[in-house]
């Protein structure tokens, strides 16, 4: 299926959660904020929230530099 | 409140002109004590355009001798001046930009020994601090002492400003419920790039002292300078945030 990942399409395993896809990306999910089609997605579930085919996610990386 | 003097009157004119600022916005920031937390690659231009616009006082917090690396983005320091105190050369250029200015340096690092008493002496405070230790310490005395904190943070290309107001927002702890694994205290950063975030913060101040425009309450900007793109994610604050839950307690959103 394809979904969007910060404005671009990619394709994706159906059934994917959305740990699947931070992993797939090598993204430490500590470190960022996801939102799936304008909701946060909370982090404790990023494990049971699948995605379906058309879903948008956006991925905010924590940064703290000064 | 004190009022304009006819010398302010004449430097601030062209920005009281802005609708929905005036005189009123320009005498809100005479009245104003900032506390910002550094002045590097985001404190210094943060301070800077705080000091142009004509804010009324600076607390500024920042330790260390500027170093041949800082160069490339701390624009309040000079060549001139490398192995010398930041803090005293950031002071003396905002003075040069504007003597009416009144700085209180302070140098060393925001700390708990601290934090308090400056948190306590500012009316809103800008963290620009490279080092999550140092941001939390600045959230949860704002939180404590209700004051608003505008959080500006920067990586590579990529720059993040919110406005947080205690009681009205989510906190930073909210937003980072821990210290993010791996974040070291050396990271790629290009002048420009911390430069823009810090301008995207000083405005988000000035909107909230003046009560111009549209904050960011609750929502946190994003953006990433590498494909110019750039958008507004909204915050959720967590029921069981340890630093900010019981203020929601006291007064629901």
Same mark, same amino acid.
């Given at each position: 299926?394809k979904?969007f990942?910060?404005?671009e399409?990619r394709?994706?395993?159906?059934q994917?959660?959305v740990?699947?896809?931070?992993?797939?990306l090598g993204?430490?999910p500590?470190?960022v904020v996801?939102?799936?089609?304008?909701?946060i997605?909370?982090?404790?579930?990023?494990?049971?929230?699948?995605?379906?085919?058309?879903?948008?996610l956006?991925l905010?990386?924590f940064?703290g530099?000064g | 409140?004190?009022?304009?003097?006819?010398?302010e009157r004449?430097?601030?004119?062209?920005?009281?002109?802005?609708?929905?600022?005036?005189e009123?916005?320009?005498q809100?920031?005479?009245?104003?004590?900032?506390?910002?937390?550094r002045? #590097?690659g985001?404190?210094g231009?943060v301070?800077?355009e705080?000091?142009a616009a004509g804010i #009324?006082?600076?607390?500024i917090?920042?330790?260390?001798n500027?170093?041949?690396?800082?160069?490339?983005?701390q624009?309040?320091?000079?060549?001139?001046h490398?192995?010398t105190p930041?803090?005293?050369q950031?002071?003396?250029r905002?003075?040069a930009l504007?003597?009416?200015?009144?700085?209180s340096?302070?140098?060393?690092n925001i700390?708990k020994?601290?934090?308090?008493?400056?948190?306590?002496e500012a009316?809103?405070?800008?963290?620009?601090?490279?080092?999550?230790?140092?941001r939390f310490?600045?959230?949860?005395?704002?939180v404590?002492?209700?004051k608003?904190?505008i959080?500006c943070?920067?990586?590579?290309?990529?720059g993040?400003v919110?406005?947080i107001?205690?009681?009205?927002?989510?906190?930073l702890q909210?937003?980072?419920p821990?210290i993010?694994p791996?974040?070291?205290?050396?990271?790629?950063?290009?002048?420009?790039?911390?430069?823009?975030?810090?301008?995207y913060?000083?405005m988000? #101040?000035i909107?909230?002292?003046?009560?111009?425009?549209?904050s960011?309450?609750?929502?946190?900007l994003?953006?990433?300078?590498r494909?110019?793109?750039?958008y507004?994610l909204?915050?959720?604050?967590?029921?069981?945030c340890?630093?900010?839950?019981q203020l929601w307690k006291?007064?629901?959103?």
């Amino acid at each position: 299926m394809k979904i969007f990942i910060n404005g671009e399409s990619r394709e994706c395993a159906a059934q994917s959660s959305v740990l699947d896809i931070l992993q797939s990306l090598g993204i430490n999910p500590k470190t960022v904020v996801v939102q799936r089609n304008e909701d946060i997605v909370d982090r404790e579930s990023f494990g049971s929230t699948l995605l379906i085919d058309g879903d948008a996610l956006e991925l905010v990386r924590f940064v703290g530099g000064g | 409140m004190q009022a304009l003097t006819d010398e302010e009157r004449a430097v601030y004119e062209w920005q009281m002109w802005t609708r929905d600022f005036g005189e009123a916005g320009q005498q809100a920031l005479k009245n104003t004590t900032a506390l910002v937390s550094r002045v #590097g690659g985001l404190g210094g231009p943060v301070c800077l355009e705080l000091a142009a616009a004509g804010i #009324g006082r600076l607390i500024i917090a920042h330790g260390g001798n500027l170093k041949p690396s800082d160069l490339n983005r701390q624009i309040l320091m000079s060549h001139e001046h490398l192995g010398t105190p930041r803090i005293e050369q950031a002071k003396a250029r905002l003075l040069a930009l504007n003597p009416r200015l009144e700085v209180s340096a302070v140098a060393s690092n925001i700390s708990k020994e601290n934090v308090d008493r400056l948190v306590g002496e500012a009316g809103i405070v800008f963290d620009c601090a490279p080092l999550f230790e140092e941001r939390f310490l600045l959230n949860r005395a704002c939180v404590t002492q209700r004051k608003p904190m505008i959080d500006c943070a920067m990586f590579s290309m990529e720059g993040q400003v919110t406005t947080i107001v205690p009681g009205e927002t989510p906190c930073l702890q909210c937003i980072y419920p821990e210290i993010p694994p791996g974040w070291k205290r050396e990271f790629p950063v290009f002048g420009a790039v911390s430069c823009a975030a810090a301008c995207y913060g000083v405005m988000e #101040g000035i909107k909230h002292l003046s009560g111009m425009g549209a904050s960011l309450k609750g929502q946190m900007l994003y953006f990433d300078m590498r494909n110019m793109t750039s958008y507004r994610l909204p915050l959720q604050r967590r029921p069981d945030c340890p630093i900010c839950s019981q203020l929601w307690k006291v007064s629901p959103p």
